[in-house]
């Protein structure tokens, strides 16, 4: 999606090319302070910085590039789901039980006993991840070249190709996931060398879910855009009250942060350990994340992230958001 947008954002420009190309830049330049900010202060595993730079990457290189070019990325991704075989196949042939388990060591500013500490560690951490997480370009490239055929803007009539990537995206990457997940759970008992198999098959398919999902969210969408009886009216502000966090994500992604380090970190509520309460906790912020989204639109007002984004980006104050009907 973040590709998709890029393209989106550029469209919009398109009369004066130049200018939407500064507007990109000093937009993703601004994502870039934000990673840092957010990382510095909240989590470590930001996400933000290496949208920035990927983006940065993106516009001077990818974005003024034609067709033809812009079909490398399928290759890539029919390389790619090579890989994924092969790493399949040997996880089957190359099978051994024995006593591996997985563990989960928390990283320093996880298991930081002071936010200060915390912080310190943060800004060890973070350079390290964003520099681990910059290759999913490849994934925001394959948006790219979806964008450039406008598949997500008129769904309807790419229902047959939606439906291929959701089976196929979200097949591969379930069953990717499953040798991972029975070890996780105790089903499997395999040697070190198999875990370490299982780890890189769970890695490569995963990436498929996000094309996946993707194009479910398309055929939920084209679906929605049916006329509809008028007793669905609660189905339409749920779907409105989404659409609302989708707009404000950047300031729910932010927030989402601040409610993780309080109620978890060491050194403050520190509820983790139990997956139920994890579950508990991130389905009352995200329910709570989606209220306040939504009221949010009723009353015409952007996130406040948002505002700021713009504000830096374009050089103007934001204008109202649109509000859901």
Same mark, same amino acid.
């Given at each position: 999606?973040?590709?998709?947008?890029?393209? $989106?954002?550029?469209?919009?420009?398109?009369?004066?090319?130049?200018?939407?190309?500064?507007?990109?830049?000093?937009?993703?330049?601004?994502?870039?302070?934000?990673?840092?900010?957010? =990382?510095?202060?909240?989590?470590?595993? #930001?996400?933000?910085?290496?949208?920035g730079i990927v983006g940065i990457v993106a516009t001077c290189v990818l974005?003024?590039?034609? /067709?033809?070019?812009?079909?490398?990325?399928?290759?890539?991704?029919?390389? $790619?789901?090579?890989?994924?075989?092969?790493?399949?196949? =040997?996880?089957?042939?190359?099978?051994?039980?024995?006593?591996?388990?997985?563990?989960?060591?928390? #990283?320093?500013?996880?298991?930081?006993?002071?936010?200060?500490?915390?912080?310190?560690?943060?800004?060890?951490?973070?350079?390290?991840?964003?520099?681990?997480?910059?290759?999913?370009?490849?994934?925001?490239?394959?948006?790219?070249?979806?964008?450039?055929?406008?598949?997500?803007?008129?769904?309807?009539?790419?229902?047959?190709?939606?439906?291929?990537?959701?089976?196929?995206?979200?097949?591969?990457?379930?069953?990717?996931?499953?040798?991972?997940?029975?070890?996780?759970?105790?089903?499997?008992?395999?040697?070190?060398?198999?875990?370490?198999?299982?780890?890189?098959?769970?890695?490569?398919?995963?990436?498929y879910a996000g094309p996946g999902y993707v194009a479910l969210f398309g055929?939920?969408?084209?679906?929605?855009?049916?006329?509809?009886?008028?007793?669905?009216?609660?189905?339409?502000?749920?779907? #409105?009250?989404?659409a609302a966090l989708g707009q404000r994500s950047l300031t729910a992604y932010? =927030? $989402?942060?601040?409610?993780?380090?309080?109620?978890?970190?060491?050194?403050?509520? /520190?509820?983790?350990?139990?997956?139920?309460?994890?579950?508990?906790?991130?389905?009352?912020?995200?329910?709570?994340?989606?209220?306040?989204?939504?009221?949010?639109?009723?009353?015409?007002?952007?996130?406040?992230?948002?505002?700021?984004?713009?504000?830096? =980006?374009?050089?103007?104050?934001?204008?109202?958001?649109?509000?859901?009907?």
């Open positions: 999606m973040f590709g998709y947008s890029l393209v $989106q954002l550029a469209r919009r420009r398109a009369t004066d090319p130049d200018g939407g190309r500064r507007i990109l830049l000093r937009r993703n330049a601004c994502l870039v302070g934000f990673g840092f900010v957010h =990382a510095t202060l909240l989590y470590f595993g #930001d996400f933000l910085g290496a949208y974005l003024p590039r034609g /067709d033809r070019f812009h079909r490398l990325v399928l290759w890539l991704w029919g390389i $790619q789901t090579l890989e994924a075989a092969a790493v399949a196949v =040997a996880v089957v042939l190359r099978w051994r039980r024995g006593p591996a388990t997985l563990t989960n060591a928390a #990283d320093p500013s996880l298991a930081a006993s002071s936010y200060g500490r915390s912080v310190l560690d943060r800004l060890a951490e973070w350079p390290v991840h964003t520099a681990t997480v910059i290759p999913f370009i490849v994934i925001v490239w394959l948006g790219i070249w979806a964008a450039r055929r406008r598949i997500l803007e008129d769904p309807a009539a790419h229902r047959p190709l939606l439906r291929r990537v959701a089976c196929a995206g979200l097949g591969v990457a379930i069953v990717g996931a499953l040798p991972y997940a029975f070890v996780s759970a105790g089903i499997a008992h395999v040697d070190a060398g198999t875990v370490h198999r299982m780890s890189w098959l769970h890695a490569v398919t995963g990436e055929l939920a969408a084209a679906r929605l855009a049916r006329p509809r009886h008028p007793r669905s009216d609660r189905a339409v502000r749920c779907v #409105d009250a989404v932010l =927030a $989402q942060s601040v409610a993780w380090l309080a109620l978890f970190s060491r050194w403050a509520l /520190d509820l983790g350990g139990s997956t139920y309460v994890a579950t508990v906790a991130g389905l009352l912020v995200w329910t709570g994340s989606v209220g306040w989204a939504y009221a949010m639109d009723r009353r015409g007002r952007r996130g406040p992230a948002e505002t700021v984004l713009r504000r830096i =980006a374009y050089g103007v104050p934001a204008r109202p958001a649109h509000r859901a009907v």
